[in-house]
């Protein structure tokens, strides 16, 4: 077998694609040790909050009854972690919602006077491996620039919210111009993998069974999120028709938070297959509008301050179950993908939670947390002190521990969290 240089690509007329980790890129040495692919992270945070008593489990330990909310996720039960009573310290800010910018910094009392963030977890690791892929770290939003990624100047990095930006980022290589052109030839229905064919047909003769499989599987993902883009794009063109009807939401729609959140969640596979970076944060941005959702007649916000009201809690119920099928449709994806013997959710962590442990009341105690994948041993329900919680800050350097980074403290971290 033929030995492949991790940071190969296939270039062609201003594209570069990354390829995804194959067995040739290992060697045979290190398959033989079965060398694991590098671990990654990606934080997912529900700034309007989640509704705790559908999401926290009544029991601890691994015997736990799913909640509604775990239901929706209950094929990946032995891949993730519930985790309760945790919160950094010293929330109360500038407003209720002001601990969106500290939920991976953990700086106390955010945005009042005289306050300044520090560095995110991500880009702590950022600082320490960055260097090993082409970009450091990625930051989403679905919608708006907003993120929670802070320097360690306390200066927060803005995020992208197009997926079609996000893919032309990943793949698309070359001047302004020749980007614009490929991004053309996309939109009007050209495949990256038309360009880069001959390439990668020389390329596959090269492998393996296993490799080509690896690679068919890839290019597949590929078009598939071209074509999606295709097709968002493709509304965006066409004049609404004029029938006494409502006409087809389009995945553009800035209520559409679940169209949204579903086009960024294909592309962190892709990210973190070729090895593009290995740290993503994703803001799911709270609005005062009403997502498009059947059965949610309310705006978003105004819904997470449900005041007990039934019926609120009724249409929340509807989204945040949307936006766990979603975040279940994520892992499965993550899961199907292979690297040697693991697959890249055994690689990759995924942090989805809340910097709001009560949104209706701006409580920041107890957040909602699931910690998913990267090799942890998971399937329980893992519960802190209610009264004195543990600090978010314990999970933060479990995380980076995990990466392989040399860390015994960050923010106002007591020790590393057992998972």
């Not at 194959?22 to 045979?28: E, F, I, K, T």
């Not at 990654?40 to 909050?49: K, Q």
């Not at 015997?63 to 010293?90: G, Q």
């Amino acid at each position: 077998m033929n030995t492949l240089s991790r940071r190969t690509f296939l270039r062609s007329s201003g594209v570069s694609l990354a390829l995804p980790f194959l067995d040739a890129m290992w060697g045979r040495k290190a398959l033989a040790a079965d060398v694991g692919a590098p671990k990654r992270l990606v934080t997912i945070c529900a700034s309007l909050g989640i509704y705790g008593p559908d999401f926290f489990p009544v029991e601890s330990g691994d015997a736990y009854t799913p909640t509604p909310y775990l239901k929706m996720i209950e094929a990946h039960r032995k891949d993730f972690t519930i985790i309760s009573n945790v919160s950094h310290p010293d929330q109360n800010g500038r407003d209720g919602h002001a601990s969106e910018m500290t939920w991976l910094t953990g700086a106390r009392h955010p945005g009042l006077g005289g306050f300044r963030n520090t560095i995110s977890v991500d880009q702590f690791i950022a600082e320490k491996i960055g260097f090993e892929t082409r970009y450091p770290s990625l930051q989403l939003n679905t919608g708006g620039n907003t993120s929670q990624s802070y320097t360690r100047s306390g200066v927060m990095i803005p995020a992208e919210m197009r997926p079609s930006k996000v893919f032309a980022k990943l793949f698309l290589d070359g001047s302004p111009d020749e980007v614009l052109n490929q991004m053309r030839k996309l939109h009007e229905g050209r495949s990256i993998m038309d360009i880069v064919g001959e390439e990668a047909k020389r390329l596959e003769k090269r492998f393996g069974s296993a490799d080509r499989d690896k690679l068919d599987e890839y290019f597949t993902s590929v078009r598939e999120m071209e074509q999606r883009l295709q097709k968002a794009e493709a509304w965006v063109q066409k004049p609404k028709p004029k029938v006494n009807a409502q006409p087809p939401e389009d995945i553009k729609d800035e209520k559409d938070l679940i169209g949204r959140m579903n086009l960024l969640f294909d592309l962190i596979p892709l990210a973190f297959q070729t090895d593009s970076t290995r740290a993503i944060t994703m803001l799911i941005q709270g609005r005062g509008d009403v997502p498009t959702i059947p059965g949610v007649k309310a705006d978003h916000h105004n819904l997470s301050h449900h005041g007990q009201d039934p019926e609120k809690i009724a249409q929340l119920r509807l989204i945040e179950t949307a936006q766990l099928k979603a975040l279940g449709t994520l892992m499965e994806k993550l899961k199907a993908k292979q690297e040697g013997s693991q697959s890249l959710l055994d690689n990759t962590a995924v942090l989805y939670g809340s910097n709001l442990g009560n949104a209706n009341s701006h409580d920041w105690h107890n957040l909602p947390l699931l910690l998913a994948g990267g090799g942890f041993n998971h399937g329980c329900h893992h519960t802190g002190d209610a009264k004195n919680n543990t600090p978010l800050g314990n999970l933060f350097v479990r995380l980076m521990q995990n990466m392989g980074i040399e860390a015994d403290t960050f923010a106002s971290s007591t020790g590393a969290l057992t998972i």
